[in-house]
């Protein structure tokens, strides 16, 4: 009620409080920002460095509620593979990426089967779309899932994902 009395006497900078949010949550942004391009970069150094692999993309997003820390997820040519992997970082450790490789799992980004998924699902080619960082499964029967990357989790997987059935 101070804030309100103050505005109405006339007395003080009833602004203020505003101008002091807006800053703390400007400069909130601005650290999620400038952590977040360090962690590309380092990461982009440590898998250039790791071995044979050409990155195309990294990704850096910070897990709910934990701000200082990133999931990094890339994607590039490892020996010649479409690739992609996921690695933490955590800030307040050090950052070791050489089991990148190991880690990592195969986007099948150039598989024409994509492509005839696509050619008969709007579904799939909305999602095709909106995707990042798309990857395609392709079970025994000739159905094609398309899933993002970034939403690989256990809790996120069914709700970005799109089951493509096979041609009958």
């Known amino acids: 009620m101070a804030f309100a009395s103050s505005r109405a006497r ?17 400069a909130y942004i601005l650290a999620n920002g400038l952590l977040t391009g360090y962690a590309e970069a380092r990461a982009a150094k440590a898998l250039s460095v790791a071995g044979n692999t050409q990155i195309d993309l990294i990704v850096a997003s910070p897990p709910p509620l934990r701000f200082w820390q990133r999931d990094i997820f890339w994607r ?5 593979r479409h690739e992609a992997g996921t690695l933490p970082l955590d800030f307040a450790r050090s950052f070791d990426v050489l089991d990148a490789a190991e880690a990592s799992y195969s986007t099948h980004a150039n598989d024409p089967r994509i492509a005839a998924a696509a050619a008969h699902s709007a579904g799939a080619r909305s999602f095709l779309f909106w995707s990042r960082m ?7 029967d000739g159905t094609v899932t398309l899933t993002d990357q970034r939403y690989r989790h256990p809790l996120a997987v069914d709700r970005f994902k799109v089951v493509v059935p096979a041609e009958k």
Do not use: C, H, M, Y
């Not at 798309?134 to 025994?140: D, L, T, V």
């Open 10 to 26: 006339g007395d003080g900078n009833w602004q203020r409080p505003a101008w002091v949010g807006f800053t703390a949550v400007s």
């Open 76 to 80: 590039g040519t490892v020996a010649g």
């Open 134 to 140: 798309p990857i395609a499964e392709f079970a025994p």
